[in-house]
Nanobody
């Protein structure tokens, strides 16, 4: 069974940095696009950053220049380096992956989420 598990969230002050990790486990042939989304309290879940299997990236306008997404294909892991954090970045951050499993059909899997809180 495929699982995605995030780590690295926490409470920081404005201007500080955090690095999130998301590791996929299970019987996986490969993972295509991987990404990060976030959902603030009472808000919809929005895309933050995406990265293709070959390293192409896409960012939300609100985080461009501050956040960097990367991945390690050998470890089935995606990272989100978040710099110059602002209170408006406070949210639950979710990773996802377009997974090709060994014994089932290709689908998008989601992690359970990790809380990021930025105080002013």
């Amino acid at each position: 069974q495929v699982q995605l598990v995030e780590s690295g969230g926490g409470l920081v002050q404005a201007g500080e940095s955090l690095r999130l990790s998301c590791a996929a486990s299970g019987s996986i042939i490969r993972i295509e696009d991987m990404g990060w989304y976030r959902q603030g309290l009472g808000k919809q879940r929005d895309m933050v950053a995406m990265i293709t299997s070959s390293g192409g990236t896409n960012y939300a306008a609100s985080v461009k220049g501050r956040f960097t997404v990367s991945r390690d294909n050998a470890k089935n892991t995606v990272y989100l380096q978040m710099n110059s954090l602002m209170p408006e970045d406070t949210a639950v951050y979710y990773c996802n992956g377009d997974v090709v499993p060994r014994f089932s059909l290709r689908k998008t899997y989601w992690g359970q989420g990790t809380q990021v809180t930025v105080s002013s």
